[in-house]
């Protein structure tokens, strides 16, 4: 505990009301204090530190000069908000952070009232921010109070339709609130003194309605160098519609470019929008992702998400792979049949890297597109290059899917358009808890008619997935795998395609039959290595396919099994759903058929290592074992010492 960094004038914050009797110097002190903190902690849980990094001295801002509580900070994703959690009461368990049973890595409401509104997908905080302006005014009462409303949300957020919808929305209505828009995209010089001391004095002063004009004299005072990055800085929000800002024509002051790391101008600015501010204000703040600690600024993704690493080299902690990841498989897979077939393109939007298409990227730039936070456009874009003669594969984590499914339904089914979908964290995902999680999308995805839905149980099942999908042109496909590690099998280097709709019986048996949805085979297996012990045999099946499903070899296991249990990495609605409709309709559950399904609980799942979770959810191979003797009448008989 003796190495942790000295933080005195951090230690006298103990909630942000604390921070109100502090001196702006202090302030600055109170700042530099909290990214150590900040950055000490995340090298013992790891997590995402660039973000919070980039809005140490905005977070200190905030609190300072508005009244949270009461005041109502979103924060957009909110994976930036460890700074905030420190200093809203939760210092003394920072280092439980997204561990089982700790802190969130994103906003909680259940978690603290200082988290005005929970978060985990981009692109939601200003129209939450609204909803509580809105709200305040219509005498809505929470337990805290409903004073001001202040989004912030990055640039790269500001890229979803969202957003817009809710700008436009905000300005039409025309009530308080404020968006900070933080900026980390580009970054300016530092500001020479004068930059500073004039704004500071302009906006502390001046009448509201002068405060953009005081930011358009702050760069003449600039060196020549520093003008060209804040005029840059401005540029990005300039004339995207004729005459003007495109915050302006949606009805927002607009104010800045601001140094977002520059308490002077912080302060200065939010405590003259909070004393005058009568209508929607968007404080464009420059911040610059990982800031002060140099490995983070130094990598390339700016230190987004880490694992547990060394305070003074950076250097992450990862422990040793055996397999490659199933992402990986994907994205090397999909680079090989690329390199064949000049049809195959790939769409993602904005996760290159964590899709596994960053390669895919450099190799075939003009066949792959990020397309930003937009994940119904990812959606509706494939469409289209579907209908163009493509064979688009549109990468997407499971959990982002949902925010494109009507295009899902509306652009691709009806259409029976050829789009593969291939889908990335599947089932449960470990730290980042509920909002991340793959629990819905074969629910969502199996109702739709002809569309095809595989879940791989292995590496090379993946990799045949993916062949499968390059081949298929007779309407929608998609397949699923999870985060984290294959299992180790080997991948031939000539694939074959499955079969559509067709398993496969792994091991045969008898009495009880589990039919396994993707990668809890593995947990299968070894549950049934114990029953095997016991002189229990069942037949363990891949289904691979929750839609076809494979009706023949489906009805033989229930015409010679007394019981089949169905198992699978997603929420009730999906495989198991269609198994037992279909054992329904064709009167096989008649003569007595005992059916169980395993799936996720009706619950949302904390966040917790994948194992850890998946217990919780009652599906590892003792859950499994359990299953089987109680679908028999076996009594489990526990080992005593």
């Known amino acids: 505990m003796t190495d942790r960094p000295r933080t005195p004038h951090l230690d006298r914050v103990q909630t942000p009301a604390d921070l109100k009797s502090m001196s702006d110097s202090e302030l600055r002190h109170v700042a530099d204090e909290l990214r150590a903190e900040t950055i000490d902690a995340v090298s013992v849980t790891g997590g995402h530190l660039g973000a919070g990094l980039g809005v140490v001295e905005l977070t200190v801002a905030l609190h300072a000069v508005f009244d949270t509580p009461k005041d109502k900070i979103v924060w957009d994703v909110s994976h930036q908000c460890y700074p905030h959690k420190i200093i809203t009461g939760r210092r003394d368990r920072i280092r439980t952070l997204r561990q089982k049973d700790g802190l969130s890595g994103f906003a909680k409401r259940s978690e603290s009232p200082y988290d005005a509104f929970g978060a985990g997908h981009s692109s939601t905080s200003?129209?939450?921010?609204?909803?509580?302006?809105?709200?305040?005014?219509?005498?809505?009462?929470?337990?805290?109070?409903?004073?001001?409303?202040?989004?912030?949300?990055?640039?790269?957020?500001?890229?979803?339709?969202?957003?817009?919808?809710?700008?436009?929305?905000?300005?039409?209505?025309?009530?308080?609130?404020?968006v900070v828009l933080n900026d980390n995209e580009m970054s300016i010089a530092e500001p020479t003194g004068a930059l500073s001391s004039y704004l500071s004095r302009l906006y502390a002063g001046a009448p509201f309605q002068e405060l953009k004009a005081a930011a358009k004299g702050a760069v003449s005072l600039l060196p020549p160098p520093f003008r060209e990055g804040a005029k840059r800085a401005k540029d990005m929000v300039k004339h995207m519609t004729v005459g003007g800002t495109l915050f302006e024509e949606l009805g927002f002051s607009y104010i800045g470019p601001i140094d977002g790391h520059d308490m002077d101008q912080l302060l200065a600015v939010l405590r003259t929008v909070k004393s005058r501010a009568d209508g929607p204000i968007l404080i464009h703040a420059i911040t610059k992702k990982g800031k002060g600690y140099a490995p983070a600024e130094a990598a390339r993704d700016k230190g987004h998400a880490t694992a547990k690493f060394d305070v003074p080299s950076g250097k992450q902690h990862k422990a040793p792979s055996n397999a490659p990841s199933y992402t990986s498989v994907f994205a090397n897979t999909l680079l090989d049949l690329a390199a064949k077939d000049q049809k195959i393109c790939a769409v993602t939007a904005a996760m290159p890297d964590g899709t596994g298409l960053k390669t895919f990227m450099e190799r075939y730039a003009s066949r792959c597109f990020d397309v930003g936070i937009a994940e119904q456009h990812a959606v509706t874009f494939s469409a289209g290059l579907a209908a163009g003669g493509m064979k688009p594969f549109c990468a997407l984590y499971s959990t982002f899917l949902q925010r494109g499914y009507d295009q899902v339904v509306h652009d691709v089914a009806i259409q029976r358009l050829p789009v593969r979908f291939a889908i990335d964290r599947a089932g449960l995902v470990g730290a980042d808890g509920a909002t991340h999680a793959g629990s819905f999308d074969v629910s969502f995805l199996v109702n739709l008619p002809g569309m095809v839905v595989m879940a791989a149980a292995d590496e090379n099942e993946l990799a045949r997935m993916v062949k499968t999908a390059a081949d298929y042109d007779d309407g929608p496909i998609a397949f699923r795998f999870p985060r984290g590690?294959?299992?180790?099998?080997?991948?031939?280097?000539?694939?074959?395609?499955?079969?559509?709709?067709?398993?496969?019986?792994?091991?045969?048996?008898?009495?009880?039959?589990?039919?396994?949805?993707?990668?809890?085979?593995?947990?299968?297996?070894?549950?049934?290595?114990?029953?095997?012990?016991?002189?229990?045999?069942?037949?363990?099946?891949?289904?691979?396919?929750?839609?076809?499903?494979?009706?023949?070899?489906?009805l033989k296991t229930a015409a010679t099994h007394d019981a089949i249990i169905t198992i699978e990495e997603g929420a009730a609605g999906g495989f198991g759903s269609q198994v037992v409709q279909m054992l329904s309709d064709e009167g096989a559950m008649d003569h007595g058929l005992k059916f169980r399904s395993m799936v996720l609980p009706d619950t949302w799942i904390d966040h917790a290592s994948p194992a850890d979770m998946y217990a919780t959810a009652g599906l590892n191979a003792p859950d499994i074992e359990a299953k089987v003797l109680d679908v028999m009448g076996v009594a489990r008989i526990e080992n005593r010492a």
């Open 126 to 178: 200003i129209s939450a921010a609204l909803g509580f302006a809105v709200a305040r005014d219509l005498g809505g009462v929470t337990p805290e109070g409903v004073g001001d409303a202040i989004a912030v949300i990055g640039d790269g957020s500001m890229s979803a339709g969202m957003a817009f919808e809710a700008m436009n929305n905000a300005g039409h209505l025309g009530k308080r609130m404020i």
């Open 485 to 554: 590690e294959g299992v180790g099998v080997e991948i031939p280097d000539t694939l074959e395609p499955l079969e559509i709709g067709k398993g496969r019986v792994v091991t045969e048996g008898a009495g009880v039959a589990i039919l396994s949805f993707g990668t809890r085979l593995q947990e299968v297996l070894q549950a049934v290595e114990n029953l095997n012990a016991k002189g229990i045999h069942p037949t363990v099946i891949d289904a691979r396919f929750a839609k076809p499903l494979d009706r023949d070899l489906i």
